[in-house]
């Protein structure tokens, strides 16, 4: 198996999607078929969806929290806070995952890009209420309201069809900006993610014109492994451990 030389020259830029936390048990998109109570999981998880029916939203999301609160961090997670303590800040993880598992094991420098299933905000988008942490599994048939203004509470999720917040896209920019100035060698690895969702299927793209090195690490190919230079099948739990190579 190819070595990912990580030494004091590179920088590292980490994607990851639901196939890392496949190993703790959080079954991933394509696990689920899309699906969720025989119904597409667009439907519980989009604006359009929760204003429908947002009691079936917060029954989806009290069991995804109820499912993901006794799972634990996998070695695929371990490798990526052992890379993050030898690089510092030459590394930066994006994540796709909603689960908090990167945090529980003990990476730093996250940007969860489509938010955290622990925690809950505001529906109303005038309120002055900011996103809190919420573990609250919430009975069925119950919707949590806002103590400020009375609107619904909601997921602090990006659902299909929203926008990813600003500044976590300006926080991944800034960092791919820096490695790509700094002399050194400017690396973007993905692991477990299909590589169907924008804009993180794009970052390879553009890491790629930015003349860095590209790595996939996925047990599926992906949409868009032909864009990857190095590309090695297998788990994330399996391969990540093996494939660093901390000089
Ligand atoms: N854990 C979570 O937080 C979670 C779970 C499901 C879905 N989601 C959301 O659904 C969307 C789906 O996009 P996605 O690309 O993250 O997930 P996805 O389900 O579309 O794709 C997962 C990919 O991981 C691969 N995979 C499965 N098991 C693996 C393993 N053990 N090691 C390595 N690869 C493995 C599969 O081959 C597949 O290509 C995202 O927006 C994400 O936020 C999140
Ligand atoms: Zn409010």
Redesign the pocket.
Known sequence: METLLLDSNTWLLVLT???????SG?????GMNGLWEDQPVEQVASPEGFAKDPLRVWRFYSQRRAGAAGVSPNPGHDALVSWERHLGDRFLLAT????GLHSRAGSQRVVEM?GNLFKTRCSNDECQRAPFEDTTVYAAGTVPGCKDCGSLLRPHIVWFGEYLDPADLERIQNFSLRAASSGGRFVFLA????G??YPAAGMVDQVRGAGGETWL????P?ENSRRFEHSVQG???EVLPKLGRLV
């Not at 959080?26 to 394509?30: E, G, I």
């Open positions: 999607g639901a196939g890392v936390s496949a190993e959080v079954p991933t998109f394509r796709q995952n909603v689960d489509h692991a477990g993610t299909s169907a969702v690490v996925n047990l599926d992906a788990k994330s739990g």
